[in-house]
Antibody, heavy 115, light 106 residues
Framework: EVQLVESGGGLVKPGGSLRLSCAAS????????MNWVRQAPGKGLEWVSS????????YYADSVKGRFTISRDNAKNSLYLQMNSLRADDTAVYYC????????WGQGTLVTVSS | DIQMTQSPSSLSASVGDRVTITCRAS??????LAWFQQKPGKAPKSLIY???SLRSGVPSKFNGSGSGTDFTLTISSLQPEDFATYYC?????????FGQGTKLEI
């Protein structure tokens, strides 16, 4: 069974940093592209970033470019999102999602940016 | 960048009805379109990819069609569990983009 479990969310002050993790199981992690998608409270889905299975190609939304860094460790079956210079409008539930097109989603982790 | 526009933003229907949601891309995306269902407080669920291919386990009451810039999601014989918010997403190019969502209400 495919499982994606996000962790690392929490409350952080504006300008702060946070690192999200996504632990994958039930499939060959190194064979799949992975994504981060977020959803601000009461809003729609917003694509954040994607990384190819080998990590060789990486893409970002303009809203996070230069502040967020996606990475993966295929040996640990894990996906990461390092978030720096956080702003109030980064407040959202962050989902880890598998493949392109997306087929499985994690349950999400809430990031709240507030003073 | 490709903009995705869904209509309507919200839709009221009754159990047993058939409804259609439209998704329009600002430029051609061939059939690189996916549909997702999201219930309150839950993660999205993947329904359809390649515009019309059903994900495993998704009932055939969900039907996707379209190509190029215009796409539709039709849900027949609505049941209580179908009332949710539906999103389209293009995966033709980066940056990926979602429609704003269509809330299907009883």
């Amino acid at each position: 069974e495919v499982q994606l479990v996000e962790s690392g969310g929490g409350l952080v002050k504006p300008g702060g940093s946070l690192r999200l993790s996504c632990a994958a199981s039930g499939f060959t992690f190194s064979s799949y592209n992975m994504n981060w998608v977020r959803q601000a409270p009461g809003k729609g889905l917003e694509w954040v970033s994607s990384i190819r299975n080998s990590g060789s190609y990486i893409y970002y939304a303009d809203s996070v470019k230069g502040r967020f860094t996606i990475s993966r460790d295929n040996a640990k079956n894990s996906l990461y999102l390092q978030m720096n210079s956080l702003r109030a409008d980064d407040t959202a539930v962050y989902y880890c999602a598998r493949a392109n097109p997306i087929d499985y989603w994690g349950q999400g982790t809430l990031v709240t940016v507030s003073s | 960048d490709i903009q995705m526009t869904q209509s309507p933003s919200s839709l009221s229907a009754s159990v047993g009805d058939r409804v259609t949601i439209t998704c329009r891309a600002s430029q051609g995306i061939s059939n690189y379109l996916a549909w997702f269902q999201q219930k309150p407080g839950k993660a999205p669920k993947s329904l359809i990819y390649a515009a019309s291919s059903l994900r495993s386990g998704v009932p055939s009451k969900f039907n996707g069609s379209g190509s190029g810039t215009d796409f539709t999601l039709t849900i027949s014989s609505l049941q209580p569990e179908d009332f949710a918010t539906y999103y389209c997403q293009q995966y033709n190019s980066y940056p990926r983009s979602f429609g704003q969502g269509t809330k299907l209400e009883i």
